[in-house]
Protein backbone atom coordinates (compact mmCIF):
# COMPACT_ATOMS: atom_id res chain seq x y z
CA UNK A 1 0.00 0.00 0.00
CA UNK A 2 1.31 3.16 -0.82
CA UNK A 3 0.16 6.54 0.91
CA UNK A 4 0.84 10.05 -0.86
CA UNK A 5 0.30 13.42 0.78
CA UNK A 6 -0.84 16.64 -1.10
CA UNK A 7 -2.36 19.86 -0.56
CA UNK A 8 0.48 22.06 1.23
CA UNK A 9 1.40 25.13 0.31
CA UNK A 10 2.10 28.70 2.06
CA UNK A 11 -0.63 30.42 3.82
CA UNK A 12 -0.97 33.36 5.79
CA UNK A 13 -1.31 32.78 9.49
CA UNK A 14 -5.02 32.46 10.87
CA UNK A 15 -6.15 30.90 7.04
CA UNK A 16 -7.09 27.40 6.19
CA UNK A 17 -5.76 24.18 4.30
CA UNK A 18 -6.80 21.35 3.69
CA UNK A 19 -4.47 17.79 3.46
CA UNK A 20 -5.40 14.87 1.31
CA UNK A 21 -3.68 11.46 1.69
CA UNK A 22 -4.50 9.06 -1.29
CA UNK A 23 -3.99 5.45 -0.34
CA UNK A 24 -3.36 2.82 -2.91
CA UNK A 25 -4.44 -1.15 -2.11
CA UNK A 26 -7.83 -2.79 -1.07
CA UNK A 27 -7.01 -2.35 2.84
CA UNK A 28 -7.51 0.84 3.48
CA UNK A 29 -11.06 0.93 5.03
CA UNK A 30 -9.90 -1.66 7.55
CA UNK A 31 -7.03 0.48 8.43
CA UNK A 32 -6.78 3.68 10.87
CA UNK A 33 -4.88 6.40 9.58
CA UNK A 34 -3.13 8.89 10.77
CA UNK A 35 -1.53 12.32 10.35
CA UNK A 36 1.89 13.33 12.01
CA UNK A 37 4.17 16.32 11.24
CA UNK A 38 7.63 17.48 11.60
CA UNK A 39 9.04 20.38 11.97
CA UNK A 40 12.68 22.23 11.43
CA UNK A 41 15.01 21.07 13.81
CA UNK A 42 11.93 18.99 15.95
CA UNK A 43 10.96 15.11 16.16
CA UNK A 44 8.04 14.34 14.10
CA UNK A 45 4.82 14.25 16.44
CA UNK A 46 1.31 12.72 16.24
CA UNK A 47 -1.20 15.10 14.82
CA UNK A 48 -4.36 12.85 14.93
CA UNK A 49 -5.64 9.85 13.95
CA UNK A 50 -9.54 8.36 12.92
CA UNK A 51 -10.17 4.85 13.22
CA UNK A 52 -10.93 2.68 10.06
CA UNK A 53 -15.09 3.30 10.77
CA UNK A 54 -14.16 6.75 11.45
CA UNK A 55 -15.97 7.17 14.58
CA UNK A 56 -12.93 7.29 16.33
CA UNK A 57 -10.99 10.05 16.12
CA UNK A 58 -8.11 11.38 18.50
CA UNK A 59 -6.19 15.00 17.84
CA UNK A 60 -2.60 16.47 19.65
CA UNK A 61 -3.95 19.09 22.16
CA UNK A 62 -2.04 21.40 19.89
CA UNK A 63 -4.72 21.22 17.00
CA UNK A 64 -7.68 20.26 18.80
CA UNK A 65 -10.14 22.34 17.92
CA UNK A 66 -8.64 23.96 14.96
CA UNK A 67 -7.93 20.91 12.62
CA UNK A 68 -10.62 17.96 11.46
CA UNK A 69 -9.71 14.80 10.40
CA UNK A 70 -11.88 12.64 8.17
CA UNK A 71 -11.38 9.95 5.76
CA UNK A 72 -13.37 8.47 2.57
CA UNK A 73 -13.20 5.40 2.36
CA UNK A 74 -14.83 4.70 -0.99
CA UNK A 75 -11.86 7.04 -2.46
CA UNK A 76 -9.06 5.64 -0.12
CA UNK A 77 -8.22 8.99 0.75
CA UNK A 78 -8.24 10.75 4.18
CA UNK A 79 -7.73 13.96 4.87
CA UNK A 80 -7.00 16.75 7.01
CA UNK A 81 -8.62 20.25 7.09
CA UNK A 82 -6.86 22.49 9.10
CA UNK A 83 -8.37 26.11 10.31
CA UNK A 84 -6.79 29.25 12.16
CA UNK A 85 -2.78 27.93 11.08
CA UNK A 86 -0.62 29.65 12.92
CA UNK A 87 3.18 29.91 12.55
CA UNK A 88 3.92 27.34 14.83
CA UNK A 89 1.79 24.70 12.47
CA UNK A 90 4.73 25.02 10.19
CA UNK A 91 6.18 22.03 9.57
CA UNK A 92 6.29 18.62 6.78
CA UNK A 93 2.93 16.67 7.37
CA UNK A 94 2.82 12.87 6.84
CA UNK A 95 0.55 10.80 6.59
CA UNK A 96 0.42 7.42 7.98
CA UNK A 97 -1.24 3.74 8.07
CA UNK A 98 -1.72 1.63 11.31
CA UNK A 99 -1.53 -2.04 11.34
CA UNK A 100 -5.09 -2.14 13.29
CA UNK A 101 -8.15 -0.75 12.71
CA UNK A 102 -7.76 1.52 15.63
CA UNK A 103 -5.40 3.36 16.90
CA UNK A 104 -4.51 6.92 19.11
CA UNK A 105 -1.72 8.78 19.39
CA UNK A 106 0.98 6.58 21.76
CA UNK A 107 0.05 3.49 18.30
CA UNK A 108 2.90 3.38 16.72
CA UNK A 109 2.20 3.84 12.38
CA UNK A 110 3.87 0.91 10.21
CA UNK A 111 3.88 2.76 6.63
CA UNK A 112 4.47 6.15 5.91
CA UNK A 113 3.56 8.47 2.82
CA UNK A 114 5.95 10.93 1.47
CA UNK A 115 5.96 14.68 3.02
CA UNK A 116 3.80 17.74 2.10
CA UNK A 117 4.62 20.65 3.36
CA UNK A 118 2.85 23.59 5.16
CA UNK A 119 4.31 26.76 5.89
CA UNK A 120 2.57 29.75 7.62
CA UNK A 121 3.51 33.38 7.41
CA UNK A 122 3.08 35.81 9.93
Known amino acids: VQLQAFGGGLVQAGGSLRLSCAAS????????MGWFRQAPGKEREFVSA????????YYADSVKGRFTISRDNAQNTMYLQMDSLNIEDTAVYYC????????????????WGQGTQVTVSS
Open 96 to 111: ARYFSSTANRDTAPFS
Open 50 to 57: ISASGLSI
Open 25 to 32: GRTFSSNA
